[in-house]
């Protein structure tokens, strides 16, 4: 067992070397940059959908728009003919409307014209500050594979000492580690802290306490990290 643990302790250098290249100021800036990267292409692909949806609008009203006109070049037509006064005041009305649907029309597509523009302006903004973001964070990953590098010799250094004591280790109990430590569960065996568990901190049942005391060694009942009493 006094294996075992002297190797849980060699881990847990590991994993603060591991930690310390993830808790390096580059690391923490990285994953904001990373965010920005991530929450300015959505702002992208939003100002995409909203431009494809002007320039659906736009040829809607340029539709309704030549429709318009055509129809005025029909009367222009019927202007021509035979002009008596029972269809004279129905052709100005219906001259006026369609100048009405026109100018709308018209006022329609210069405001998806704005919009537009508009959309074009925020994208090249956004553009510059994506680009920026990218150079940044690149800045910042490069700091982090020189940390990185900084802790490799050192982490090299105790695995190989984890491979020499790998051999004097008890078997059963160096396996249960591995396979727990595999599935995330750090450190694997814990104290008995009063009546909490050493690893969750949770409380233990005075029946489980009972128990340990006979046999020693007990997987937690709330977190399943085996509890081992002092010796
Ligand atoms: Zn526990």
Redesign the pocket.
């Known amino acids: 067992m006094k294996t075992v643990l002297e190797i849980q302790k060699l881990d847990r250098q590991i994993k603060a070397l591991e930690r310390e290249v993830e808790k390096c100021p580059a690391s923490i800036d990285f994953r904001n940059y990373k965010k920005i990267l991530q929450e300015g292409k959505s702002r992208f692909e939003q100002l995409e959908a909203q431009a494809n949806e002007i320039i659906k609008n736009y040829e809607i009203a340029n539709s309704k728009f030549s429709r318009i006109k055509g129809d005025s070049e029909i009367l222009k037509k019927q202007n021509t003919d035979g002009i008596n006064l029972e269809n004279v005041s129905t052709l100005i009305a219906d001259a006026n409307v369609m100048v009405g649907e026109l100018s709308e029309e018209n006022r329609r597509m210069e405001d998806l014209v704005r919009k537009a523009e508009e959309i074009v302006r925020k994208s090249a903004d956004l553009s510059n500050k994506l680009t920026e973001a990218k150079k940044r964070s690149a800045v910042f990953k490069a700091r982090i594979e020189q940390k990185r590098q900084e802790v490799a010799p050192k982490i090299a250094e105790i695995e190989k000492k984890i491979k020499e004591l790998e051999p004097k280790a008890d078997k059963e109990k160096y396996a249960k580690y591995t396979q727990m430590k595999e599935n995330g569960i750090f450190p694997v065996y814990v104290n008995l802290e009063d009546v909490f ?1 050493g ?2 901190k ?1 409380e233990l049942s005075l029946n489980f306490i009972e128990k340990l005391k006979n046999v020693k060694m007990l997987p ?1 009942e ?2 399943n ?1 085996i ?1 081992m009493l002092d010796k």
């Open positions: 568990c690893g969750c949770v937690c709330h977190c990290r509890i």
